[in-house]
């Protein structure tokens, strides 16, 4: 069966829960600092590592962010709620229990809205609530970098007790065969109203938002199936791709008369399929209960509501804000939103490019490019300033559109600036009339037939003369220059 | 010369602080108090003799006053004090020396108190005997054949044996209460908050609380004021002033209670209790009443469902706060010999590692809040919690403080209760309540039977400690105070 085949007969429901890695400045029950890519087991103390008698203390700002995005989510914000500990063993997890929230969450009941191909389908939040994040487990010795076959396992407590949002969206059905692009829509919408309010820098690739992608599919009118979870689902791309494979994966199975397991599935970047993961068959009783040793969540009032009046404008006002600015239409504009580029294209233009021409490399050279590399935008490897330095080249008449292709290749293949690329690479736009003078004569005088032409008044036949000096000048001339000083020297001008 | 060991702390710190003695000499008599009679009394786990030598000479050379500067201390080994190893009285950390010290540990070097040592205890304070230490039991000074009580038997028989003029324990259902009961010595728990948790290896983080011990109550009321009070390393500490419990002690001294109103349990009279602790309790009654206080009986029908309630609220949160001793940090590691998964090491290590009444709740706690047993075990009891903080708000509308014995039974003989735990569990009949609804409660000796020491307890409304200092310190003016035998 095609996908499309699949998506007649069956009918998927999905679900998502992300977690957001918060930037705070601190931890979460610790003033220990949360830096990125520190020496492990730099950012510890006796909390974080969970040494006998340490105590936790909640950090205020984080309890500010969780309600920022619950607020922005459209959620009720609990006007009294506790954490709860999530009892299983594990060596990264200091305490062997995760401080989490669990039948209390700060924030409940909330909706975002995604448009995909142009039509709004309303996502439902369930509860956003916040947790600690885990320490990091290195397996070293081995072959793989994984457990079997290492002879040492090293744990980095940097990252232990990192405060972390998890939001978790309601079950959606009736999304037909658009699920898997609905998904992704709304992972990076959820990403761009996190990164609005600028409490995490939302880097997929870094791990600072992670997604488990719950599916299952059900014949119409039939109860929905058994659902599977899929982690490890690291960016947008595969947001989109785990939904469609897991859809292809269940329904094949169905088809066959099989039965869908519940179980924890782990996400192949380099397939682009689901495996299984643990099987849920000793499925784990995290024995939740209230926090004793912290005190109930009680925001007041007057708290929510200042957090409520600073919170900034919602990505998708400021889409249409831009999309007036820009001069494009709303489904050009929703193209830009899905593929991730509202805040690459507006940090270009903020960087000194015309709207029209961050639009154009980012919508088309680098997506075409972040495609065939598999990764998200922001991560093709140029930066905004680097393509709004590109531009302005372009602008500037130093590049045509062809050279400047060749250079954002170099840029993305991180050979350094757009300048320093055409530098290195000699891509320049020859207005150097004495050479471009010489390429014409030289190519007038190797074809004297189509010269006759053009001077008997066949204009059009200058295009291949054109091409002749192009090719000579290995691309680096401005073609109108060239045709304007073809005709002066043929006398036709 | 006067034997230094048997002062009490309050004469102590006024003679060192004279300049008469130094706090050198005052420290250096308890140390060798200890050198010479722990070997048979096992009050100790580890004895700091360089620490608290170097604390003695920094308020020698006046680097430090207080109202207890030089005034040598014992320390429960579940508080953490930095550089000096801390158990539990487990295997599980011996040989641990936390890089940090408690908050009460930082107020006492603070108040220039020279920390002795370490005392032993039942295993993560769960007992009421010290049998459940892994290191050996300790012996009560009173008769080296039974139990100084638990867990914190090693502090109450530092005290009884003048190894120590005052100590630190953590009561979470009578642990500092009970075994000072049974050594014939005062142990106060105060309003849970009103003392940091902030490094005291945690049994049960709802109900331990840390608190002084003494031979008199006003030494315990000054120790009381040396470690109370908020710190924001403690969520659950309470920012308010600490009670003022020495002012309290003072007054009770002057052996007035005209318009106090005692409250007697009527669901604890003659509940199992040994008819010499019933006498002694009802001697120290008449005794209150002729210093003119009130005596009312209220009834409290929720106190029959503590003890069940707290076996199953203290497991469950044990099961969840002992889950870190898992061999990867710190502490004994087993079985890391490149033959065993992590799983495995972490298993061989707490099985290892934890002795059996730990092992017992922490199989308790953990059934306790599994999924589908939650709501009748952990769900209920922590119901019952709420009755029984009902029951004491109540209580404490009719009368100011609330009486019964510390514990049903002096102190037994060993081995006489290990083989069934409900046996043992008994011996908290009476503190547990207490420490289910947060309040403070006190122990003092208040008689003999067979010439063993019994305990009279004085539970007051949270925050209110100072009533109960005052209403200890008229009894003990009134009945005296009693002596062990030469060691």
Redesign the interface.
């Known amino acids: 069966m095609t996908y499309e085949e699949i998506l007649t007969k069956y009918e998927p429901v999905v679900g998502l829960e992300t977690h957001v890695e918060l930037g705070t400045r601190t931890k979460m029950f610790c003033g220990c600092k949360t830096d990125f890519g520190a020496e492990p087991n730099t950012q510890t103390c006796?909390v974080c590592?969970?040494?006998?008698?340490?105590?936790?203390?909640?950090n205020r700002a984080a309890i500010a962010a969780t309600i920022q995005i619950g607020l922005a989510l459209n959620c009720d914000i609990a006007e009294w709620c506790r954490m709860a500990?999530k009892?299983y063993?594990y060596?990264d997890m200091?305490?062997?229990?995760q401080t989490s929230q669990y039948d209390e969450p700060l924030c409940v009941e909330g909706y975002v809205d995604v448009v995909v191909d142009g039509k709004e389908y309303r996502i439902g939040i369930e509860r956003v609530h916040i947790e600690e994040d885990t320490g990091k487990t290195l397996h070293v010795g081995g072959a793989t970098g994984r457990i079997h076959g290492a002879t040492e396992?090293l744990?980095d407590y940097n990252r232990a007790g990192i405060p972390l949002v998890e939001i978790v969206t309601k079950p959606v059905p009736g999304l037909g065969s658009l699920a898997p692009e609905i998904a992704k829509a709304y992972v990076a919408e959820l990403r761009d109203i996190v990164r609005a309010l600028g409490v995490s820098d939302v880097r997929m690739e870094q791990g600072s938002m992670r997604c488990d992608v719950n599916t299952s599919l059900n014949l119409p009118g039939e109860e929905w199936g058994t659902r599977t979870e899929t982690k490890n689902v690291n960016s947008l791309r595969s947001v989109e791709r785990a939904v469609r494979s897991e859809i292809i994966r269940q329904a094949a199975i169905l088809d066959d008369g099989g039965k869908i397991f519940q179980e924890t599935r782990h996400f192949q970047e380099t397939t682009g399929d689901t495996r299984s993961g643990r099987s849920k068959e000793t499925a784990t009783?995290y024995?939740?209960?209230p926090e004793?040793?912290?005190?109930p969540i009680a925001p007041a009032p007057e708290w929510v509501a200042e957090l409520k009046a600073a919170l900034p404008e919602k990505p998708s006002v400021k889409r249409a804000r831009l999309r007036e600015d820009w001069g494009i239409s709303e489904v050009d504009m929703q193209s830009v939103a899905n593929a991730g580029a509202v805040e690459l294209i507006e940090e270009t233009i903020a960087a000194g490019s015309s709207a029209a021409g961050a639009r154009k490399w980012w919508m088309g050279e680098l997506a075409r490019r972040a495609n065939e590399l598999d990764v998200d935008l922001a991560a093709v490897g140029a930066t905004p300033a680097q393509v709004a330095a590109l531009q302005k080249l372009v602008d500037a008449g130093k590049l045509n559109d062809k050279l400047a292709r060749q250079v954002l290749e170099g840029v993305v293949a991180g050979e350094g600036d757009p300048a320093e690329v055409m530098a290195s690479r000699g891509l320049e736009v020859v207005n150097d009339t004495g050479a471009l003078t010489k390429a014409v004569d030289e190519a007038i005088a190797a074809n004297p037939e189509i010269a006759a032409k053009i001077r008997d008044g066949k204009v059009a036949a200058a295009g291949a003369l054109v091409g002749a000096v192009m090719k000579t000048t290995r691309g680096q001339a401005d073609a109108k220059a060239v045709r304007d000083l073809l005709l002066e020297r043929l006398g036709v001008s | 010369m006067t034997d230094l060991t048997r002062l009490s702390a309050a004469s102590l710190a006024a003679k060192i602080a004279s300049k008469e003695v130094s706090a050198v000499e005052v420290t250096t008599a308890h140390l060798d108090r200890i050198a010479a009679v722990d070997p048979r009394v096992h009050a100790f786990l580890h004895v700091d003799r360089e620490g608290a030598l170097d604390a003695a000479r920094k308020v020698d050379a006046g680097e430090i006053t207080g109202p207890l500067a030089g005034v040598p201390i014992a320390v429960k080994d579940v508080v953490t004090t930095k550089g000096v190893p801390t158990t539990a009285a487990s295997k599980i950390l011996e040989g641990w020396k936390p890089p940090y010290d408690a908050t009460i540990v930082e107020r006492l070097k603070k108040a220039g108190m020279p920390i002795l040592g370490k005392t032993n205890m039942d295993e993560f304070a769960m007992g009421s005997s010290t049998e459940y230490s892994a290191y050996g039991a300790t012996n009560n000074p009173w008769d080296l054949g039974r139990i100084p009580g638990g867990s914190g038997g090693g502090s109450a028989a530092a005290l009884a044996a003048y190894e120590a003029p005052l100590a630190i324990g953590t009561d979470t259902g009578g642990s500092i209460r009970q075994p000072g009961a049974v050594t014939g010595t005062v142990g106060a728990k105060p309003t849970y908050g009103g003392t940091s948790r902030y490094g005291l290896i945690a049994f049960s983080s709802s109900l331990d609380t840390p608190g002084p011990c003494g031979r008199t109550v006003e030494d315990t009321a000054l120790l009381h004021s040396v470690m109370a009070g908020y710190d924001p390393r403690d969520s659950t500490s309470i920012n308010q002033p600490v009670p003022d419990v020495i002012k309290a002690a003072q007054l009770g001294k002057n052996g007035d209670l005209s318009g106090v109103k005692l409250g007697v349990v009527k669901e604890f009279a003659g509940d199992g209790s040994e008819p010499g602790v019933l006498s002694a309790f009802k001697d120290s009654l008449e005794a209150l009443v002729k210093l003119g206080a009130e005596i009312v009986e209220v009834s409290c029908p929720n106190f029959q469902y503590a003890l069940p309630a707290y076996y199953l609220i203290a497991p469950s949160e044990a099961s969840s706060n002992l889950a870190r001793f898992d061999g990867v940090r710190y502490g004994l590691r087993e079985g890391d010999n490149g033959s065993h998964s992590l799983e495995e090491v972490m298993s061989l290590t707490r099985e290892g590692g934890f002795g059996p009444e730990v092992k017992r709740r922490i199989i308790i706690g953990t059934y306790a809040l599994s999924s589908g047993y939650y709501d009748a075990y952990y769900g209920q009891a922590q119901k019952v919690r709420t009755l029984i903080t009902r029951d004491f708000q109540s209580a404490f509308e009719q009368v100011d403080v609330l009486v019964s014995p510390t514990t049903p039974f002096v102190a037994f003989p060993f081995g006489s209760r290990t083989s069934d735990p409900y046996q043992m569990y008994l011996a908290d009949l009476f503190t547990i309540p207490t420490n289910l609804y947060g309040g403070p409660a006190i122990s003092v000796p208040c008689g003999l039977s067979e010439g063993l020491p019994v305990g009279f307890q004085i539970m007051a409304p949270t925050m209110a400690d100072d009533r109960m200092y005052r209403v200890a310190a008229a009894l003990e003016s009134a009945v005296g105070s009693f002596t062990p035998p030469e060691l």
């Open positions: 006796p590592l969970a040494l006998p008698g340490a105590l936790p203390v909640m500990r009892n063993f060596p200091p305490k062997n229990f396992s744990v009783d024995r939740y209960f004793p040793d912290l005190v």
